[in-house]
């Protein structure tokens, strides 16, 4: 892993378990296997440095693409979205952090729920593409759908630690929540042999 890499991991973990004031350039650092004169050549600040890190680790770069043809459109979201909650339960202790420091520091929320805000735009655009191609039912309001199935995922995502017992099984809550969302949008069923080759490669990814 290269240098910054290393330092940016470093301060993605401190952040998220100390908040701005406690991540100090000193946790980082010795975090990182670092001097703090390495962070501050790099970055030039501290506030720079975890600007860099939420967004390196949150932003629209890690976000999967769903397919610009769809096909079978139940299939692709559930394996979309299980790699989107996979992805939000990682990041989850840097962006509840981020949500905690909103008011004192807007900018660094912002920059957490960038890769979030991305991934509604990413599925909202599909939903587009879905009613294009005549897949789901006339007149449903699918741009509601994709407002439902992303808070869906970002509230597990972020409070499933709080409150296990209100959310389905982590291993199947994406299909469940697309499932619902299939349903209300009238899309066709998808096959069992494609359902479990989609979940199966997303589950593989969520857990790397």
């Known amino acids: 892993m290269i240098l910054r890499d290393r330092i940016l991991d470093a301060a993605v973990r401190v952040y998220g378990a100390h908040g701005f004031r406690g991540a100090t ?3 980082i650092a010795e975090a ?7 962070l501050f050549r790099t970055f030039g600040s501290k506030a720079a440095l975890i600007d860099a890190a939420i967004r390196n680790r949150t932003g629209r770069d890690d976000i999967p693409r769903l397919p610009t043809k ?37 900018a660094m929320s912002g920059a957490a729920c960038e890769g979030p805000s991305w991934a509604h735009h990413e599925l909202r655009d599909y939903f587009n593409r879905v009613q294009a ?15 439902m199935l992303m808070s869906s995922l970002f509230g597990d995502a972020m409070g499933r630690d709080m409150m296990p017992s209100i959310y389905p ?20 069923a998808t096959t069992r042999a494609t359902k479990r080759a989609g979940v199966s490669r997303a589950a593989a990814s969520a857990a790397s």
Request: proline share 7%.
């Open 70 to 106: 769809p096909v079978d459109p139940t299939a692709e979201l559930t394996a979309w979205a299980t790699e989107i909650h996979g992805h939000m339960r990682r990041m989850r202790s840097m962006i509840r952090k981020c949500m905690s420091e909103m008011e004192e520091r807007p």
């Open 32 to 38: 990182a296997g670092v001097n703090e004169v390495t």
């Open 169 to 188: 099984p982590a291993s199947s809550a994406a299909e469940q929540y697309v499932r619902v969302i299939a349903r209300a949008l009238g899309l066709p």
């Open 25 to 27: 350039t000193r946790r």
């Open 133 to 147: 191609a005549n897949l789901m039912a006339p007149g449903v309001e699918h741009h509601v759908a994709s407002t």
